[in-house]
């Protein structure tokens, strides 16, 4: 069983940052895929962005080159910078851990395949 506890979301201004971090507790190792998917209102839940275990890192086409996501294994955290924000972003952003991810040029991950779940945190770019 993994617990994830997202933190770090807010308001903020188009063309500006955040930082989301997910702590996850409940296992000892680390050899399992992490990442985020966000929702909007009226929209399904779809992915973001994701890091193996190894080290590969994963974006969908939207977030490239604006979104961040890294991990500190010693904290059992993973991290989501997001800059150059866009009122388009907004969304409730849910921590995500054990799931496959599809394709390696435009890779994606489905959220019916997701084991664990955090509460989710709201993220308001406004124009």
């Known amino acids: 069983q993994v617990t994830l506890v997202e933190s770090g979301g807010g308001l903020v201004q188009a063309g500006g940052s955040l930082r989301l971090s997910c702590a996850a507790s409940?296992?000892?190792?680390?050899?399992?895929?992490m990442g985020w998917f966000r929702q909007a209102p009226g929209k399904e839940r779809e992915f973001v962005t994701a890091?193996?275990?190894?080290?590969?890192?994963f974006h969908a086409d939207s977030v490239k080159g604006r979104f961040t996501i890294s991990r500190d294994n010693a904290k059992n955290t993973v991290y989501l910078q997001m800059n150059s924000l866009k009122p388009e972003d907004t969304a409730v952003y849910y921590c995500a851990a054990q799931f496959p991810i599809w394709g390696t040029v435009r890779p994606t991950a489905q959220a019916a395949q997701v084991k664990y779940w955090g509460q989710g945190t709201q993220v308001t770019v406004s124009s």
């Open positions: 409940g296992r000892s190792d680390s050899s399992y895929t």
């Open positions: 890091l193996s275990w190894s080290g590969s890192t």
